[in-house]
């Protein structure tokens, strides 16, 4: 079974638990340079943990919009399907390099441009908002 999902893993405007704000455009580079190929599915940002792959990823009024699929790969994959499955997991966090930023109103920081490494399933976002919105579930024909 591969199970679909899709949600927000970046919202605009919006300030994170980092003081990290990131506006429209921020991805731009990223998604016309590497697209969604380019950009890992995680579990909790770690490396040696790839559960899935990213097959759309783009701005939208919202923020970074992403649709991906979680992959029967391995144990740890099957842990995180059956995890976002139940609701105990539903977050999403972005791994990235702040190419272009700002300070503002102090401590915040405003991100105007990331180099976009990963997307990870997360037990808790930075973004409290940046959550996966919807899943299905299909059978893969062998």
Do not use: C
């Not at 790969?73 to 539903?90: F, H, Q, T």
């Not at 977050?91 to 991100?111: N, P």
């Not at 959550?131 to 893969?140: A, K, L, P, W």
């Amino acid at each position: 079974m591969t199970l679909y999902i899709e949600g927000y893993a970046s919202r605009f405007g919006l300030r994170d638990l980092n003081d990290d704000v990131v506006v429209a455009g921020a991805f731009r580079d990223t998604l016309m340079s590497t697209g969604p190929k380019g950009v890992r599915m995680l579990y909790q940002h770690q490396v040696k943990s790839p559960v899935g792959v990213w097959d759309e990823l783009r701005e939208d009024a919202i923020g970074l919009f992403v649709r991906g699929r979680i992959l029967d790969l391995n144990v740890e994959a099957r842990m995180v399907g059956s995890l976002v499955k139940a609701g105990v997991v539903d977050g999403l966090s972005i791994g990235f390099r702040a190419v272009k930023s700002r300070k503002d109103s102090g401590s915040l920081r405003v991100l105007t441009s990331v180099e976009l490494w990963e997307i990870s399933i997360v037990t808790f976002p930075m973004l409290p908002s940046a959550r996966i919105t919807s899943m299905h579930e299909e059978s893969v024909a062998a």
